[in-house]
């Protein structure tokens, strides 16, 4: 059975999105830019970007009872693979030994000029409690 999840906000609603499915013990997330809340790409460059697209996806992961530790694989689309240093910088700082299977791509562009990043994952989904 599939399960959509929803986190607020929700900037991929208009879009006929979900921004994950949870199917069993695994939980598929969209692909999360460096938009802030109010659904705009974040000023400040890659970097920004970069640190606000993992807490995007860090906020998908947990409203699917999951999280960046339990992250089996990502694949990362950049506009530029110039950035590519900065991209182990930042799967340092967000992701910790075991480090998950990883896909790093440069493509053309993204749904907007301005987004230059866009993660997706799929996670392991943890157990309940008392399950």
């Known amino acids: 059975m599939l399960e959509r999840i929803i986190t607020q906000p929700d900037n991929y609603e208009p879009f006929l999105l979900s921004q994950a499915i949870k199917f069993g013990n695994l939980l598929f997330v969209s692909g999360q830019a460096g938009a802030g809340d109010d659904g705009k790409i974040v000023a400040g460059g890659f970097r920004a970007q970069g640190e606000q697209a993992f807490a995007n996806l860090r906020r998908a992961l947990e409203a699917g009872g999951s999280g960046l530790d339990a992250v089996i694989k990502v694949t990362i ?3 530029d693979m110039g950035n590519f240093k900065e991209v182990v910088e930042l799967r340092r700082q967000f992701f910790a030994a075991p480090y998950p299977a990883d896909t790093i791509a440069e493509i053309k562009a993204l749904y907007d000029p301005a987004a230059m990043i866009e993660i997706e994952a799929i996670a392991a989904v ?5 399950s």
């Open 77 to 79: 689309f950049l506009t």
């Open 126 to 130: 943890r157990p309940h409690v008392g």
